[in-house]
């Protein structure tokens, strides 16, 4: 089952981009999502993995950066997320991007570990460019594709998302990040937004705290409750009724169904 998105489009194509390969492995084995090994997708070289298959005739297309060739850790960064998903967009033609993954939270803004938020803007905290309209251009503020429907159907929290290249907080970071309004942080959201505006594609964005950025220890949260968070919050979107009742109403044709790390979603042609 296809759907037509909010612009006529019909929907059969969707691309997630998670950052770590431990966000990624709940949605691959929930799903069965097979590996992509014969290496003719992407660049030769590159660490970058694939995984897709077909859930009720919806295409699914997981990519993560893969691991650092010398270091051996996750490629996370702005960088990585940006070559990334142009490489996807190009290859794979996606009608709708999904940037799945953990985030740190603002006390003062209300976020506890656990929560999840749906992004309602991005923008970066780390790209100072004191110079008039160079530093617009640098903080690239941007509304994300809107989801009304997505925010009643699973409750969840919405906020500003501010990305950066570090996953500690420095002074001046921590002044840009309040000056963009943002309840969570991240180090890949606003660079895939950047890409998706570029080409045109919808994104939305979906994250889970793991750590409070304005608490004692927001590093040592962060791997603390990776694992944790990343399994609770997978099953606590895809319990028996949620499922049951996004399922019946794929049966109305006039939604979307698709699926992110958290679980399943559900979309409409209008509003979603």
């Known amino acids: 089952m296809t759907a037509a998105g909010g612009d ?4 059969s194509t969707v691309l997630i981009i998670i950052a770590m390969q431990t966000e990624a492995l709940p949605l691959v084995n929930k799903f069965q999502l097979s590996e992509d090994t014969d290496g003719s997708l992407f660049p030769t070289g590159v660490p970058w993995i694939r995984y897709h298959g077909l859930y009720k005739e919806l295409h699914i297309n997981l990519v993560w950066p893969g691991k650092d060739s010398v270091l051996g850790v996750d490629s996370v960064g702005m960088i990585s997320a940006s070559l990334v998903t142009y490489a996807s967009i190009q290859a ?7 940037n799945v993954g953990t985030a740190g939270g603002s006390r003062a803004k209300g976020a506890c570990v656990g929560d999840v938020y749906l992004a309602s803007n991005v923008a970066f905290h780390d790209r ?4 008039p309209v160079f530093d617009m251009y640098g903080i690239g503020s941007r509304r994300t ?4 429907n997505l925010l009643k159907e699973l409750n969840l929290k919405v906020g500003k998302l501010s990305t950066g290249d570090s996953l500690d907080m420095s002074p001046q970071d921590e002044a840009s990040i309040l000056a963009n309004d943002a309840t969570i942080k991240d180090m890949e959201g606003a660079a895939v937004a950047y890409v998706a505006d570029l ?6 964005f979906v994250k889970a705290v793991t750590d409070i950025v304005d608490g004692a220890k927001p590093t040592s949260e962060f ?8 399994a609770a919050l997978d099953q606590a979107v895809s319990q028996k009724n949620l499922v049951a009742k996004l399922i019946s109403r794929l049966t109305e044709g006039h939604i979307l169904l698709l699926m992110g790390s958290t679980g ?3 979309l409409g042609n209008t509003g979603w």
């Open 92 to 98: 794979l033609n996606p009608d709708l991007i999904i």
């Open 8 to 11: 006529g489009r019909r929907i």
């Open 264 to 266: 399943i979603f559900l």
């Open 145 to 148: 594709f809107s989801t009304p």
């Open 128 to 131: 100072r460019i004191p110079i």
């Open 223 to 230: 791997l603390q409750n990776l694992v944790t968070v990343t």
């Open 199 to 204: 080409l045109s594609v919808p994104a939305i």
